[in-house]
């Protein structure tokens, strides 16, 4: 069939809506038609290079990065099912996991789904089935699917692994929500920092990921949770996702934190800038007392490897630096508990989403989330 996608060619350009070729979905996969999909940051590492992969590496991978469609948060209605699809039928309704889950390597078995082996393909860009492309330009090139599911488009084609289904009442256009940023941030503190009743977080920018570590941390029982992040009305907005402090800067927060905690300092602190860099790591662990743990969630540039980190004091103090992919979650059983919690009016999707986007729309979106605009812009399809 003939749809629409957006598509960067290379880094560091726009992102060029164009008409598209998308096949019928082969053995293991579906073809869905698509509600909505949240802008996260992680598409924008695309577009910086910061996740690129450089020419040498990607040749020994035999990985082609370039041109791929983006977007990697998306929720819709299966319309077409391949051969041997099993887990789901035409009509069925699903939030499209950006780790797909195979539910029988290593990591699945052991309940850790967002480790799924399936996830070495997440930059490839091909069908995890036979790592083909079932997208093509209109000059017939191959597409590559950012994180297997390529959700700026109106319909894809993905693998069932990829796929949960979802009760057919939920809102699509929230339910994507679930796909990636709110999962990632609702782990980061619950699963990854492992926030306990009483605890003092600090949740490190206020985006799509940083809001949803936010009521993570309020609904696993924080005393403090303290929401930092240099952009005033997402401070205040904080409160609403249950942050009891906002601070402007690190800095801030730590004094803050020295304050209410009198000088015992955080249990855990979640970093969820729009991008990790290594100086951030040092002030991140001084913000957390003895014993305490320090969360990476954000996405640092691939080949960046220079953290600054006091070891004297992260020995000393045993203090625990760990990272985060997909909030630690399994996605299976976390996408339906997390979405029964917006239906009980525990967990709030509707006030993540700020401005919604047509796809003609979405370097408009980009640049309003590089200017501090959104939670998460979506576009609804
Ligand atoms: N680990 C994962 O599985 C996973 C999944 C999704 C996204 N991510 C990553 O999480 C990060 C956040 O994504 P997002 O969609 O929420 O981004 P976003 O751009 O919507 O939000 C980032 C926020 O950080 C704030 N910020 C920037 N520098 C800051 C600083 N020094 N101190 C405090 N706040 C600062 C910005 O003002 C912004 O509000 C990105 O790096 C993204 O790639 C990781
Ligand atoms: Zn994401
Ligand atoms: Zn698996």
């Not at 979905?25 to 910061?50: I, M, N």
């Not at 993905?158 to 949960?164: I, L």
């Not at 339906?336 to 919690?341: A, D, I, V, W």
């Given at each position: 069939?003939?749809?629409r ?11 060029s809506v164009?008409?598209?070729e998308?096949?019928d ?15 996260c940051?992680?598409?924008?590492h ?9 020419p040498?590496?990607a ?11 983006g ?5 819709g ?7 041997g699809?099993?887990?789901?039928k ?7 996991s ?22 070495a393909?997440?930059l ?7 790592l ?11 597409l ?15 693998s ?16 994507a ?17 492992g ?7 600090v949740?490190i920018g206020l985006?799509g ?21 240099p952009?005033?009305?997402k ?14 800067s690190?800095e801030?927060?730590a ?12 249990e ?17 662990m001084?913000l ?14 691939i080949?960046?490897e220079?953290?600054?980190l006091?070891l004297?004091?992260m ?6 630096l ?5 909030g ?8 339906p508990?997390?979405?029964?919690l ?25 640049q309003?989330?590089?200017?501090g ?5 979506m576009?609804?399809?």
């Amino acid at each position: 069939m003939q749809t629409r996608a957006a598509i960067l060619w290379e880094p560091r350009t726009e992102w060029s809506v164009e008409d598209i070729e998308l096949d019928d979905p082969k053995a293991g996969e579906v073809k869905v038609k698509l509600a909505a999909s949240g802008l996260c940051h992680s598409d924008e590492h695309l577009v910086t290079g910061d996740m690129v992969l450089d020419p040498e590496t990607a040749a020994l991978l035999q990985l082609e990065q370039f041109p791929v469609i983006g977007g990697h948060e998306g929720a819709g209605e299966v319309v077409e099912v391949g051969p041997g699809v099993t887990t789901l039928k035409e009509g069925d309704h699903v939030v499209l996991s950006f780790v797909p889950a195979c539910g029988r390597c290593p990591a699945c078995a052991q309940g850790r789904q967002h480790l799924c082996d399936l996830g070495a393909l997440l930059l490839a860009g091909r069908q995890v089935g036979d790592l083909t492309s079932r997208h093509r330009s209109k000059g017939g090139k191959d597409l590559g699917i950012m994180c297997c599911v390529g959700t700026f488009a109106p319909y894809t084609v993905v693998s069932e692994t990829s796929c949960v289904k979802i009760d057919d009442w939920l809102p699509l256009d929230k339910a994507a929500l679930v796909g990636c940023g709110v999962t990632t941030g609702w782990g980061s503190a619950v699963n990854a920092a492992g926030v306990r009743p009483g605890e003092t977080v600090v949740v490190i920018g206020l985006g799509g990921i940083g809001m949803n570590a936010v009521q993570g941390a309020a609904m696993a029982g924080a005393r403090h949770v303290v929401a930092v992040d240099p952009v005033d009305w997402k401070r205040d907005k904080a409160a609403t996702f249950g942050a009891t402090h906002a601070a402007a800067s690190i800095e801030e927060a730590a004094a803050k934190v020295g304050e209410l905690t009198w000088g015992a300092n955080a249990e855990k602190a979640i970093l969820a800038t729009g991008v990790a860099t290594g100086d951030l790591v040092a002030p991140m662990m001084a913000l957390v007392g003895k014993g305490g743990r320090g969360v990476v969630t954000a996405v640092g540039p691939i080949l960046q490897e220079d953290v600054k980190l006091n070891l004297f004091d992260m020995t000393l103090q045993r203090k625990e630096l760990v990272g985060c992919i997909f909030g630690n979650a399994n996605p299976r059983r976390d996408i339906p508990r997390l979405l029964r919690l917006y239906e009980e009016g525990r967990l709030k999707l509707d006030e993540l989403v700020t401005a919604t986007y047509t796809l003609d729309g979405v370097n408009q979106g980009y640049q309003d989330m590089r200017e501090g605009k959104n939670l998460r812009g979506m576009i609804t399809y």
